[in-house]
């Protein structure tokens, strides 16, 4: 499976971004999807994941209420709908697909990450 990340950019405080992610090299995604992201000298950290069907989400603490995250499966793409952005949300962001369950996602260690893609640059200035 290979993985695209598009939607990143500079926004100021306050605004929003909708990221992409999109999935190829399969014919149906059925494993959970999600997003991580790191800031120089920090590790990845989840930001938010859900299962292929949906139904189920996480979200880190430090995006309730102002991220969504969603799935076109029809498109095997994935998205994240941030709002209400900080400057303490600059990050590169990553999407990711593993079959593991999502109760296992907050603390995946990267590095054993089924798939993912380059990242998508998002800065928010003050």
């Known amino acids: 499976v290979q993985l695209q990340a598009s939607g990143g950019g500079l926004v100021q405080a306050g605004g929003s971004l909708r990221l992409s992610c999109a999935a190829s090299?399969?014919?149906?995604?059925?494993?959970?999807m999600g997003w991580f992201r790191q800031t120089p000298g920090k590790e990845h950290e989840i930001v938010a994941a859900?299962?292929?069907?949906?139904?189920?989400?996480y979200y880190s603490d430090f995006v309730k209420g102002r991220f969504a995250i969603s799935t076109d499966n029809a498109k095997n793409t994935v998205y994240l709908q941030m709002s209400s952005l900080r400057p303490e949300d600059t990050a590169i962001y990553y999407c990711a697909i593993d079959s593991r369950p999502l109760a296992y996602w907050p603390n995946l260690d990267w590095k054993t990450i089924g798939s993912w893609g380059q990242g998508t640059q998002v800065t928010v200035s003050s």
């Open positions: 090299g399969v014919t149906l995604i059925t494993d959970n």
């Open positions: 859900h299962t292929w069907s949906g139904r189920v989400t």
